[in-house]
């Protein structure tokens, strides 16, 4: 925290940096005008004049990141070089020098030891040549009395701008704790919504989908009217379309990511990893596909993954997706031997091909001479 009020006060408009640079410029311009009463030779007053303003330089453009001890370093060589330019001065205004190194040492940071040490030197830095000067204790005690005035109003003023940032950082943490307590009602509320439309309005419509093509069916068995079949088709692809859509609001309102071909291959390595060989090829220049055809791609190649490991465990595995005309996908497991007997098909196998169907696609899925092969056909 004393880093952040530091660098807010050190980055602040220009008039905190004028301010600051001050003691330099009131350094030298009385070290150069300096009348005849000095109790030190000139070369060591501009010695110590150099010493102030490099330190005060130091401490105005030290780094937060740089370690404390420089900065203690910084402090003491201001305090002490000018204490001794108000010894050897004692007619000039010098004597701000240790009140701005008692001032400067506690108020930007918490004072720790180096920092009292500092404010221990400016003390006896600003009494002392008071006293040789005046032969006066009350005018020394005068310049301690002074000196604990200011760094007490500087301790409190940083401690006020410190809890004044930490009640805006406590304040602006509990906004963004309401902000995320709105967020995760929303999400909750979307995801009660997805679910909804998910198990009534999705199921729906498939089974009315399904409906649709057996009655086309039917109809065409029966040899009914031209008219009358092309209806039932339209509805049916209405059906489909609408089923679509609620899929891909389903998908919006719960933020899904429509997977793309590195989601593909990085389910056929997650199968190598767990069960054995798996390789994944592409075959043709890949392209952008519609979502649902990407999602139909995954979740069926997420199926056959699936069914492998339950019927043919540890069997190589080999997916391809093929771009062309069409997209193909294909999934073909080669356990070394032709099954005993076709699995019955299950939910897995059959919403695979519904899915297949809805985007006018196909699915053939059946034993081969080494195993088991899935082809999903849709159009892309």
Do not use: C
Not at 103 to 131: C, D, F, K, N, Q
């Amino acid at each position: 925290m004393e880093l952040t009020l530091q660098d807010r006060v050190r980055r602040s408009a220009g008039p905190g940096m004028v301010l600051r640079a001050l003691p330099s410029v009131l350094v030298v311009f009385t070290v150069v005008t300096a009348d005849d009463v000095r109790r030190l030779p000139f070369p060591v007053l501009i010695a110590l004049a150099a010493i102030v303003v490099v330190s005060n330089g130091w401490l105005l453009f030290l780094q937060d990141g740089e370690p404390i001890g420089r900065r203690a370093i910084a402090l003491l060589a201001f305090a002490i070089a000018g204490s001794l330019l108000w010894f050897g001065l004692p007619s000039s205004a010098l004597i701000a020098l240790p009140y701005w190194a008692a001032r400067m040492a506690v108020r930007y940071h918490r004072a720790g030891p180096a920092e009292w040490v500092v404010v221990g030197i400016a003390t006896l830095g600003a009494s002392l040549p008071l006293y040789l000067s005046t032969d006066s204790l009350g005018v020394a005690f005068g310049a301690v009395f002074g000196m604990a005035a200011l760094v007490l109003a500087s301790t409190n003023r940083r401690n006020r701008e410190v809890q004044l940032e930490e009640r805006e950082v406590s304040l602006a943490r509990k906004q963004t704790a309401l902000e995320e307590h709105g967020r995760a009602a929303a999400l909750a509320e979307r995801a009660r919504i997805a679910r909804d439309v998910h198990d009534v309005l999705a199921h729906s419509l498939a089974g009315l989908s399904l409906n649709l093509q057996g009655a086309r069916l039917m109809l065409v068995r029966d040899g009914a009217s031209a008219e009358a079949i092309e209806q039932v088709t339209r509805a049916q692809g209405l059906a489909a379309e609408g089923l679509a859509e609620a899929r891909r609001a389903v998908a919006a309102l719960r933020e899904d990511a429509v997977p793309d071909e590195r989601a593909l291959a990085d389910l056929v390595t997650a199968y190598r990893l767990d069960s054995g060989t798996a390789d994944f090829e592409i075959v043709g220049t890949p392209r952008e596909l519609p979502a649902e055809v990407m999602t139909a791609l995954y979740r069926t190649l997420q199926e056959a993954l699936a069914n492998t490991r339950k019927h043919a465990v540890g069997a190589p595995v080999v997916a391809t997706v093929e771009y062309g005309e069409d997209v193909r996908l294909t999934v073909q497991d080669r356990p070394g031997r032709r099954p005993d007997r076709a699995a019955p098909g299950g939910y897995g196998l059959v919403g695979m091909r519904e899915r297949a169907e809805l985007l006018g696609g196909s699915l053939v899925a059946g034993p081969t001479a080494e195993g088991w092969r899935v082809e999903l056909k849709v159009p892309g």
